[in-house]
């Protein structure tokens, strides 16, 4: 299942004209990166909410259906720095974060800096590299900090892991920690595109659109834009409605027969934060059911552990947080 139901143009209401004009630029954000992809507008969503609530984000799909290219224009769409990291067998905790380096002219040991050290950090094919080295970047994406030989160096603010992974192929993959999971505020399922947008990918290929150039993406917001929308997003309001609301769908996936694992209060307030980016996007200033149930999905369908018997009786996350929704009183 693909997250095209995520919206890909929320509204936009009449709101204060700072706000407003922090809106459009994270719109314009979207225009820039349909320049490159072509049919993935739900993706663009997601990071675009991933950003505003400072979280990480998880994509997963096959091979060939523009993961690495959509946050390649994405990162060029916010004006941010970025860095790739192929992960592979081989890969070390240290060509992650950086290491200790003897300098011979002085004397003593320097610290390098590794390619953690980036606004977007584009992680393609987390799960092929070993536990060891997944688990360095915990540290990095819970406390947005690197620590090494007792100091701890800040990461740049903002701070976004983009990781994909191949649900298909497991030959030599490492399943990610639960505890890794853990930390992404967001799941997303890349899935193929539509017939009519696949004849447009074709078509902006055919007049010689190059992907390693990323032809025509220009940068839509400043850093210090980015700051302040992620700010405005943070100020929304929420009443004890919506928060019991959410309280109550957690609840909900504790008690169903098919989980082993449902959500813990991270997982409670990762949603809030994603409710909240949503419904700042939307123009309103407070979060609703609504703004709660369009983020359920992709916030927690990897944060729930199904039990063995469901899985053989093919059973996903996704249809079992339907159904929680869907049996989850609404507050009026």
Do not use: C
């Not at 349909?34 to 400072?54: D, K, M, S, Y």
């Not at 220009?218 to 409605?241: C, H, M, N, P, Y």
């Not at 082993?260 to 419904?279: D, F, I, M, Q, V």
Request: charged residues 20%.
């Amino acid at each position: 299942m693909s997250d095209e139901h995520l919206p890909s143009a929320p509204a936009s209401p009449t709101a204060p004209p700072d706000d407003d004009a922090l809106r459009r630029a994270m719109h314009r954000v979207r225009t820039e990166v349909e320049r490159a992809v072509i049919g993935q507008a739900g993706t663009v969503t997601g990071l675009l909410v991933a950003l505003l609530a400072r979280g990480h984000v998880l994509l997963e799909g096959v091979p060939g259906v523009a993961k690495t290219l959509v946050v390649r224009a994405f990162a060029r769409a916010v004006g941010l720095d970025t860095r790739r990291v192929q992960f592979t067998p081989d890969l070390m905790p240290g060509d992650v974060t950086g290491s200790l380096v003897y300098d011979a002219r002085t004397g003593e040991f320097e610290f390098r800096e590794g390619p953690v050290f980036t606004s977007i950090l584009l992680a393609d094919e987390i799960n092929r590299t070993p536990p060891k080295t997944q688990a360095a970047l915990l540290e990095a994406m819970e406390e947005r900090q690197v620590s090494a030989d007792g100091v701890s160096r800040a990461l740049p603010d903002p701070f976004l892991v983009a990781a994909t992974q191949n649900p298909v192929e497991h030959e030599g993959t490492y399943t990610l920690p639960e505890a890794q999971l853990d930390r992404f505020l967001m799941k997303l399922v890349v899935g193929m595109p539509e017939r009519d947008a696949e004849v447009s990918v074709l078509r902006l290929h055919a007049r010689g659109f190059s992907p390693r150039l990323l032809t025509g993406v220009q940068a839509a917001v400043t850093g210090d834009e980015i700051r302040a929308a992620q700010d405005a997003a943070a100020r929304v309001q929420v009443t004890d409605d919506v928060l019991g609301y959410v309280v109550d769908l957690a609840r909900a996936t504790r008690m169903s027969p098919s989980v082993e694992l449902g959500a813990s209060p991270r997982a409670s307030t990762a949603l809030l934060a994603a409710a909240k980016a949503w419904a700042w996007l939307n123009a309103s200033s407070a979060v609703t059911p609504d703004h709660v149930q369009t983020m359920l999905m992709p916030v927690w369908r990897h944060r729930l552990l199904l039990r063995p018997d469901a899985q053989m009786e093919g059973v996903s996350a996704d249809a079992v947080l339907q159904s929680v929704v869907q049996q989850t009183r609404v507050p009026i």
